[in-house]
């Protein structure tokens, strides 16, 4: 694989939730993204993008990823 494209569940990030996860907790949205990190520490693809609400905790995604040797950044992109 040469990219990976994805998004994860943002239910436990959106501000329509009044009973918000972070990425550790049980919700689905952690759940998803600790099984996409479990695939691309596997595979390691040299381009990942993912997509997701902008309150997902972004910090902390970036942060998992440099974790795992990747350069990381995010940005917020109006579509």
């Known amino acids: 694989v040469d990219m990976l494209i994805a998004g994860t569940s943002c239910v436990d990030y959106s501000n329509l939730n009044n009973e918000k996860k972070d990425l550790e907790d049980a ?4 759940q998803t993204f600790r099984g996409m990190m479990q695939w ?3 595979n ?3 381009i990942v993008i ?3 609400v902008c309150s997902a905790p972004w910090d902390r995604v970036k ?3 440099e974790r795992s040797g990747y350069v990381a950044e995010y940005m917020r992109v109006d579509t």
Do not use: T
């Open 27 to 30: 919700g689905e949205s952690g």
């Open 40 to 42: 691309v520490i596997k």
């Open 44 to 46: 390691k693809p040299p």
């Open 50 to 52: 993912l997509e997701n």
């Open 63 to 65: 942060e998992k990823f």
